[in-house]
C-alpha cells in the first residue's frame, strides 16, 4: 500500500504562509485519495483538504480562501500552501490517504483514511 512522508512545516508569525509536502510511495495503483487532517489539544483531529485522483480539491469551511491543495510530480506529491495562518492553525499536519477507486471527489476528514503520515508541527504564535 501507499506510504506518505510529510515535510515543511515549523513556526511563522500570523498572517505568514507556509508550506507543507506529502510525498507518497509505493502506489499499487494512483487511485488514492489524498488529504490532510490537522490536531490540536482544543480541537481534536479536523479535516483540512482533499484532493482526487482526478485533482478534485475540497477545502473545510475554515481554511477555505486561505489554504491550496494541489498535486505535484505527477501523482506522488501534494503540497499544502497556507495563507494568513492564524493562532488557531497551530497543530499537528498529516496526511493521509485511502483506496478511492473512481471517486470523482474526496471526503475532507472522516474516517475512510487508513493510510498515514508521521505528522509535522505547524506553529503560529498568538
Known amino acids: 500500500q501507499a506510504q506518505l512522508m510529510e515535510s515543511g512545516g515549523g513556526s511563522v508569525q500570523a498572517g505568514g504562509s507556509l508550506s507543507l509536502s506529502c510525498e507518497a510511495s509505493?502506489?499499487?495503483?494512483?487511485?488514492?485519495?489524498l488529504a490532510w487532517f490537522r490536531q490540536s489539544p482544543e480541537k481534536g483531529r479536523e479535516g483540512v483538504a482533499s484532493i482526487s485522483v482526478a485533482g478534485v480539491t475540497k477545502y473545510a469551511d475554515f481554511v477555505k480562501d486561505r489554504f491550496t491543495l494541489s498535486k505535484e510530480n505527477g501523482l506522488n506529491t501534494v503540497v499544502l500552501r497556507m495563507t494568513s495562518l492564524k493562532p488557531e492553525d497551530t497543530g499537528i499536519y498529516s496526511c493521509?490517504?485511502?483506496?478511492?477507486?473512481?471517486?470523482?471527489?474526496?471526503?475532507?476528514?472522516?474516517?475512510?483514511?487508513?493510510?498515514w503520515g508521521q505528522g509535522t508541527q505547524v506553529t503560529v504564535p498568538s
Open positions: 509505493q502506489y499499487r495503483s494512483g487511485r488514492y485519495c
Open positions: 493521509a490517504a485511502y483506496a478511492s477507486g473512481l471517486d470523482i471527489s474526496c471526503d475532507v476528514g472522516g474516517g475512510r483514511y487508513d493510510i
